[in-house]
């Protein structure tokens, strides 16, 4: 009786065993070096550094979208654009614009669209403003937006942190600014955010 008891203490805690190492630094993840403050230490946070402009977020965007609307409570999600090209900065001033004025989650999806389906060239401040007057933002409001000091405070902002977690492509995900995870270490974007449902987890227990 005994033996049948281990047994089946055992075949519960193995699995749960398997499930704890399924990811570990190099396997999933890359711990950053030096931890990054986080903007609610009451909050588990999580970061996607982006580019409106890259295929691979556009084709991860359904994914973190999915994500995002079961995300548990103690969570903090946030976007981060990129300026890793000297083609990056309009998209990137354009996600600060829309943020500031309350509309980037509503036209996140239209302007990946517009880019990746659509084929459209939105890569100026110009073809920006035509777009956003879509949104009820008129051009000179965009304008007056796109080369203010709040829009390249916030940019400089993003820069030092993308710095700081080390983070040299995009999409990266960034769990409480201690760990990164891409698509080339979680093995795939579907995989990406099993590996942050674990680190999330891996911090609960902190």
């Not at 630094?25 to 580019?51: A, C, H, L």
């Not at 709040?150 to 700081?164: H, P």
């Not at 080390?166 to 960034?174: D, F, K, N």
Request: charged fraction near 25%; include cysteine.
């Amino acid at each position: 009786m005994i033996k049948l008891f281990s047994a089946l203490i055992l075949s519960f805690l193995i699995p749960l065993t398997a499930a704890a190492a399924e990811y570990s630094d190099g396997n999933g993840y890359t711990t950053i070096k030096t931890p990054v403050r986080t903007s609610d230490p009451s909050k588990i946070e999580v970061t996607e550094i982006f580019w409106y402009g890259c295929p691979h977020c556009y084709k991860l965007e359904p994914i973190t979208r999915a994500w995002e609307e079961n995300m548990p409570s103690d969570v903090d999600f946030k976007f981060l654009p990129a300026v890793f090209g000297r083609g990056w900065l309009a998209h990137a001033k354009a996600f600060y614009v829309a943020d500031l004025l309350g509309i980037e989650h509503k036209l996140r999806a239209d302007l990946f669209n517009a880019i990746h389906v659509e084929r459209r060239n939105l890569n100026s401040e110009d073809a920006l403003a035509s777009f956003f007057v879509n949104y009820g933002v008129s051009e000179d409001e965009f304008r007056k937006q796109y080369d203010s000091f709040a829009v390249n405070s916030r940019l400089s902002q993003a820069d030092a942190k993308i710095r700081a977690y080390g983070a040299r492509g995009v999409p990266g995900l960034i769990v409480n600014g201690k760990y990164l995870v891409t698509a080339e270490t979680a093995n795939g974007n579907e995989n990406i955010y099993k590996v942050i449902d674990f680190l999330i987890e891996k911090e609960r227990q902190k």
